[in-house]
């Protein structure tokens, strides 16, 4: 077995907890017609059984109680490595470029803009030049004018 999917192995485990496709489609948001080919490709892959399906659900067969035991060691030391990278300390950054009027007037109301708990950080681009949207030089831009570039949506937000 070469090349094996992470996230199939996790859906296997999904299917192997859950006993059966429909419960498994609840938890991991796929549709059990999706689940059930997945499952039938990764025993495919394996060359042998994982499943003995049944009317009432699907019971491990053991390979599959082997596979299991196994998947589960390695969600239980991919758990940290997760948390490490999903977990940040640092709140997400939104770059907002507009000119120094509407950034004082933006800064002066920043608590009225954005809680705590928000998560987020707001960064002003204060600057007279229109920076580029399109190619991320910042996620929001405030303009006396509608953009120019394709691609862009706009909403007028009244006058300062």
């Known amino acids: ?5 992470w996230d199939d192995l996790h859906l296997f485990l999904q299917v192997a907890e859950c006993g059966g496709l429909s419960a498994a489609a609840r938890t991991s948001g796929l549709s059990p017609a999706t689940l059930g ?12 059984a994982l499943f003995i399906r049944s009317r009432t659900g699907y019971a491990l067969t053991q390979t599959g109680e082997t596979l299991a035991a196994r998947v589960r060691a390695m969600r239980a030391a991919a758990d940290p490595v997760e948390a490490l990278l999903t977990d940040s ?6 770059r907002i470029t507009a000119g120094t009027a509407t ?11 954005v809680r705590p708990e928000d998560g987020v950080r ?7 030049a229109v920076l580029d949207i399109a190619h991320r030089e910042a996620e929001l831009g405030i303009r ?11 909403v007028r937000l009244g006058k300062l």
């Open 37 to 48: 080919r997945r499952m039938l490709a990764l025993e495919e892959q394996a060359g042998r």
């Open 1 to 5: 077995m070469k090349n094996i999917n």
């Open 89 to 94: 300390a640092e709140p997400e950054q939104i």
């Open 103 to 113: 950034a004082m007037f933006l800064a002066d109301n920043h608590a009225r803009l």
């Open 144 to 154: 006396n004018r509608a953009p120019d570039s394709p691609g862009l949506a706009s």
């Open 122 to 128: 707001l960064n002003f681009l204060t600057t007279e």
